[in-house]
């Protein structure tokens, strides 16, 4: 199983970006999907989660500006982000755990950089 995450790129403050992760295996649908981010010199924190069921939590520093959806028909989890701002500049990676082989996955990571 691979995750790969896309989507990243450069953007003014205030623009908008949309992440994408995609497995090799249905993998995504049945687990519990997020999103984590590093900044250089940090540690990689927590982004956004959905669960099976469609259940979303969000950070407190991207909520009500980033949204975790699954997109059905291409097969991939979505983060949605808008009004970006120069603080969200990090490397985006997107992890499931598969429950069925107990085998925690990450996706390489994306590049977001927000000019001010």
């Known amino acids: 199983v691979q995750l790969q995450a896309s989507g990243g790129g450069l953007v003014q403050a205030g623009g908008s970006l949309r992440l994408s992760c995609v497995a090799s295996?249905?993998?995504?649908?049945?687990?519990?999907v997020g999103w984590y981010r590093q900044a250089p010199g940090k540690q990689r924190d927590f982004v956004a989660r959905?669960?099976?069921?469609?259940?979303?939590t969000y950070s407190d520093s991207v909520k009500d500006r980033f949204t975790i959806f699954r997109d059905n028909a291409n097969g991939t989890v979505e983060l949605q982000m808008n009004n970006l701002k120069p603080e969200d500049t990090a490397l985006y990676y997107c992890?499931?755990?598969?429950?069925?082989?107990?085998?925690?996955?990450w996706g390489q990571g994306t590049l977001v950089t927000v000019s001010s």
């Open positions: 295996k249905t993998i995504l649908f049945v687990n519990s």
């Open positions: 992890n499931t755990f598969d429950l069925l082989s107990q085998r925690d996955y």
């Open positions: 959905i669960s099976p069921t469609g259940t979303t």
